[in-house]
């Protein structure tokens, strides 16, 4: 028997009429997003109902909708806990979701408290300082080149070619200019040359499983050196995705088993998106993850590590009820 399945999400478009910026919400989601999860859903069985925001979940709350789980792909707008807001209203209220809880929303955002722990855990990562004042720079303990991005964004923003610093001289001016531009600090990592590899995981703990990798290859329009904002929002002309398999590749191996164990280690659930990229001596390190994946059918990573696998679209959302279904005890 079905289930009702409330979907909470941010419409790019709703907050672009509004007047927020490109950037401001480049994280937000497309219509055809929200449309294909509900057909997806209704294909399954289950009953989808559109919720909105986590301002429009807490009216509906207030009102007394309620519903046996709710489908979450709500980013958020303020704040470095956005991506916490639904899943905590849904904990208040005592009603179950998919994706991860609060503690791993606000976490995983935080570039510089993600590597924290992941460091602490043993999964291998690059050095890194966390810079809230460009004057702090000068004391960052590695060598050039550096890679310089906003603490807490996604979606790659407030990354470009410009956040490779080669001259040492020149970080503080990169630092005070994306601290100033996203009013945030900023995560000053060594650049990283190597292979990078996009890892899609599904389930939870120890059902969690890699479904599949792709590597990331920049054709020749693409800003170069680095998967940037506009090589992601203009993928399908910038970025080549390439299968692996860690049958026929050990550095795949690698990079999946880093990826799988930093998953494990965060307790993201359900299903998501780990970053790899290689230093120059070819070691997979953790970049960084993504508990709440882009979804879309043909734009999000996690969708296209779907289509290279042959796995259609409505069997990647059945997979991830399901694994919250099995989470909350409850039977499709």
């Known amino acids: 028997m079905g ?70 792909i709500a980013e958020g707008m303020h704040g470095i806990g956005r991506e916490a807001q639904v899943p905590a209203l849904l904990d208040l209220y005592e009603i179950p979701y998919t994706f991860s809880d609060p503690l791993v929303m606000c976490l995983t955002l935080h570039k510089g408290m993600t590597k924290r722990v992941i460091r602490d855990a043993g999964v291998p990562t690059a050095d890194f300082v966390v810079v809230e004042a460009a004057r702090e720079a000068g004391s960052t303990p590695f060598a050039p080149p550096f890679f310089v991005k906003p603490v807490a964004e996604g979606t790659g923003k407030g990354a470009s070619p410009e956040s490779i610093v080669r001259d040492r001289n020149r970080l503080p001016d990169v630092c005070e200019r994306l601290i100033h531009a996203y ?38 329009g693409a800003e170069a050196g680095v998967y940037s904002y506009t090589n992601k929002e203009h993928c399908e002309e910038l970025v080549e995705y390439r299968l692996v398999r860690p049958q026929q590749d050990p550095l795949v191996a690698e990079a999946e088993a880093v990826a799988l164990k930093a998953w494990q280690v965060l307790g993201c659930r359900d299903g998501g998106r780990v970053d790899i990229r290689c230093d120059g001596n070819g070691f997979a390190l953790f970049m960084e993850v993504n508990p709440l994946a882009g979804i879309h059918p043909e734009h999000s990573d996690l969708p296209i590590i779907c289509n290279h696998l042959g796995i259609p679209y409505i069997t990647l959302i059945d997979r991830i009820v399901t694994s919250a279904a099995r989470r909350i005890g409850r039977r499709l």
């Open 183 to 220: 009013r945030q600090p900023v995560l000053v990592e060594p650049y990283l040359s190597g292979r990078e590899f996009t890892v899609a995981i599904l389930g939870t703990g120890r059902e969690a499983q890699v479904l599949g990798s792709v590597e990331v290859h920049l054709l020749s």
């Open 3 to 72: 289930m009702t399945i409330g979907l909470t999400y941010d419409l790019r478009s709703e907050y672009l009429a509004r007047g927020y910026s490109d950037d401001e919400t480049a994280e937000f989601d497309r219509e055809d997003t929200v449309v294909a999860i509900e057909r997806a859903l209704k294909e399954l069985g289950h009953r989808p109902e559109r919720v909105g925001t986590a301002k429009q979940l807490a009216s509906a709350l207030v009102a007394n909708r309620r519903w046996d789980l709710v489908f979450n």
